[in-house]
Antibody
Framework: QLYLQESGPGLVKPSETLSLTCTVS??????????WGWVRQPPGKGLEWIGS???????YYNPSLKGRVTITLDTSRNQVSLRMRPVTAEDTAVYYC??????????????WGRGTLVAVSS | QSVLTQPPSVSGAPGQRVTISCTGS?????????VHWYQQLPGTAPKLLIYDNTNRPSGVPDRFSGSKSGTSASLAITGLQAEDEADYYC??????????FGGGTKLTVL
């Protein structure tokens, strides 16, 4: 069974960098069949796709966030990372890591992490 | 404002049938082959409910079904149960090179 766990600081100051890690267990992020993505959910609001990355490193980002977001893979640690900068209060959200079972564009998310809450505040 | 439009809320009594609509356009649902649906129980992560318009992952009851026509899709739940009370989201892909979600629909079981 695949297991995804997000981790990182729960509080980030405005204008600084949000850095999160998703540790994958029960499967390899190196598989060419999958992509790994990040989705966020502001408190009381809906889901927003942040971006996704292929195992070979190709990346796709939400156009509304492009320029502020970087997604990378660490295959030696089986981890997917998210960096976002600079952050504002509007970036306060629960951040989820999830897997696409096949290439974009017509794909879904079949496994999700439990999510981690990040608050942006001074 | 979400690219895909869902009703904010729907409700139904136990045992009844409810449907949740997801309306898009020719740049997303109308162009993409597939719409997917997720169930989010309170305080938990989303869970895949329907993929590729009509397919259920293993373990999802056949009370849940999906359909798609033109630029819209629907999720139907029959034999409504108290445990179905949750938020439901549709998802597709937009030609702006973006994965897109609906705004979500809160299902209340009366």
């Amino acid at each position: 069974q695949l297991y995804l766990q997000e981790s990182g600081p729960g509080l980030v100051k405005p204008s600084e960098t949000l850095s999160l890690t998703c540790t994958v267990s029960g499967g390899s992020i190196n598989s060419p069949s999958y992509l790994w993505g990040w989705v966020r959910q502001p408190p009381g609001k809906g889901l927003e796709w942040i971006g996704s990355i292929y195992s070979r490193g190709g990346t796709y980002y939400n156009p509304s966030l492009k320029g502020r977001v970087t997604i990378t893979l660490d295959t030696s640690r089986n981890q997917v990372s998210l960096r976002m900068r600079p952050v504002t209060a509007e970036d306060t959200a629960v951040y989820y890591c999830a897997r696409h079972p096949r290439p974009l564009p017509v794909t879904h998310f079949d496994f999700w992490g439990r999510g981690t809450l990040v608050a942006v505040s001074s | 404002q979400s690219v895909l439009t869902q009703p904010p809320s729907v409700s139904g009594a136990p045992g009844q049938r409810v449907t949740i609509s997801c309306t898009g356009s020719s740049s997303n649902i109308g162009a993409s082959s597939y719409v997917h649906w997720y169930q989010q129980l309170p305080g938990t992560a989303p869970k895949l409910l329907i993929y590729d318009n009509t397919n259920r992952p293993s373990g999802v009851p056949d009370r849940f079904s999906g359909s798609k026509s033109g630029t819209s899709a629907s999720l139907a739940i029959t034999g409504l149960q108290a445990e179905d009370e949750a938020d439901y989201y549709c998802q597709s892909y937009d030609s702006s090179l973006s994965v897109v979600f609906g705004g979500g629909t809160k299902l209340t079981v009366l």
